[in-house]
C-alpha cells in the first residue's frame, strides 16, 4: 500500500487510465489477473506492484498472452527487479516503465 500511495497521484496527474486490484497473496494476484484476461479484452498491459513471487504467478498467468508486464518493485528482496535493472524507487519505476494508456495495477 505505501508504494501505491506513491505511484497513485503520478497516475492521477498524468491522467492514465487504470484499473487496481489489491491482492492478499501471490496466488491471489493470479487469479485476479486470470479473471481480468477473461473480462476484459482491451487490456494493453498489467502493472504488478508487488514482490518476486507476485511476479513469478502474474507472470505464469500471461505468459501465453501479449500482454506486457511491467514491474513495481514492493517486496522485500526485489531479487527479480534488480536483476533486471528496474529501479526500486516506485516513482523511477513508473517512469522506466513509460506510461501506456490502459494499464491495470
Not at 492514465?16 to 494493453?44: G, N, W
Not at 514482490?51 to 513469478?56: A, L, N, P, S, Y
Not at 513495481?72 to 523511477?92: C, F, T
Request: glycine share 8%; proline share 5%.
Amino acid at each position: 500500500m505505501k508504494t501505491w500511495k506513491r505511484i497513485e497521484p503520478i497516475l492521477h496527474y498524468r491522467q492514465v487510465h487504470y484499473k487496481v486490484e489489491f491482492s492478499d497473496s501471490p496466488s491471489h494476484a493470479a487469479l485476479l489477473v486470470r479473471q481480468y484476461m477473461i473480462d476484459h479484452d482491451k487490456m494493453t498491459a498489467f502493472v504488478i506492484v508487488g514482490g518476486d513471487g507476485t511476479i513469478q504467478s502474474v507472470a505464469h498467468e500471461i505468459a501465453e498472452s501479449n500482454i506486457p508486464l511491467g514491474i513495481i518493485p514492493a517486496g522485500s528482496g526485489n531479487d527479480l527487479a534488480r536483476g533486471l535493472h528496474i529501479p526500486l524507487n516506485a516513482k523511477k519505476a513508473l517512469e522506466y516503465l513509460g506510461l501506456a494508456e490502459h494499464i491495470a495495477f
